[in-house]
Each structure stands twice: as structure tokens, then as C-alpha cells.
């Protein structure tokens, strides 16, 4: 049994930086992927970023050069540090742990932390 619990998320204006926090608590997630979605209203969820067990990133099109995900399996958490951020941004984030990317989706979702970007 696993919990994800998500932290981080605000009201920030275009330009400002955002971290958001993941931690698991029930099992140690040292040998899981994780990654970021993102939904936006009226929109389908959306992966932003995801790493593997050993550390392997990958990012959306959409976010590369300004988002930045990592892992502290010490911690048993991970991150998403969102730069410049643009108002196209703004969406619930959902951290997800399965285990092995092809089916992150539909691995453990936590409910989520609001990043809303408006000036």
C-alpha cells in the first residue's frame, strides 16, 4: 500500500519558479518510476516529466529547458522544479509511482497540488 502526497503548488505570477514535492509513505519507491502529470480544465492529463529507477529523465516538449524532475530515494520523494513559468502552465499536478514507465499511468496518483500561473 502506497501513499503519494504532493506539496508545493500556489498562485504565482509569469516568470516565477515553483518546486513541488512528492513523498510516498507505505513502501519505499527506490525501485519504482515516477513522474509528473498535469491536467489542466476541459484537458486530457498530460506527463510533464518522469525519471526512472536509476535517474533516467524525460520531459514534455512543452516544459523542456524549464522544468526539472529528480528523486531522493533517501527521502522517498521526488520533485519538480518549474521555471519560468507561463500562464499555459496552470493545471492540477499529480505525482504517480509505478512500476515501470510503459505503465506509469496506471500505477499509485496522489491527489494532486494546484499551480496556477496569472498575472
Known amino acids: 500500500q502506497i501513499q503519494l502526497t504532493e506539496s508545493g503548488g500556489g498562485l504565482v505570477r509569469p516568470g516565477d519558479s515553483l518546486r513541488l514535492s512528492c513523498t510516498a509513505s507505505?513502501?519505499?519507491?527506490?525501485?519504482?518510476?515516477m513522474g509528473w502529470y498535469r491536467q489542466a480544465p476541459g484537458k486530457r492529463h498530460e506527463l510533464v516529466a518522469s525519471?526512472?529507477?536509476?535517474?533516467?529523465?524525460d520531459y514534455a516538449d512543452s516544459v523542456l529547458g524549464r522544468f526539472y524532475i529528480s528523486r531522493d530515494n533517501a527521502k522517498n520523494s521526488m520533485y519538480l522544479q518549474m521555471n519560468s513559468l507561463k500562464p499555459e502552465d496552470t493545471a492540477v499536478y499529480y505525482c504517480?509511482?509505478?512500476?515501470?514507465?510503459?505503465?506509469?499511468?496506471?500505477?499509485?496518483w496522489g491527489q494532486g497540488t494546484q499551480v496556477t500561473v496569472s498575472s
Open positions: 507505505g513502501r519505499t519507491i527506490n525501485d519504482d518510476a
Open positions: 525519471i526512472t529507477y536509476s535517474g533516467l529523465t
Open positions: 504517480v509511482v509505478g512500476a515501470r514507465l510503459a505503465t506509469l499511468q496506471y500505477g499509485s
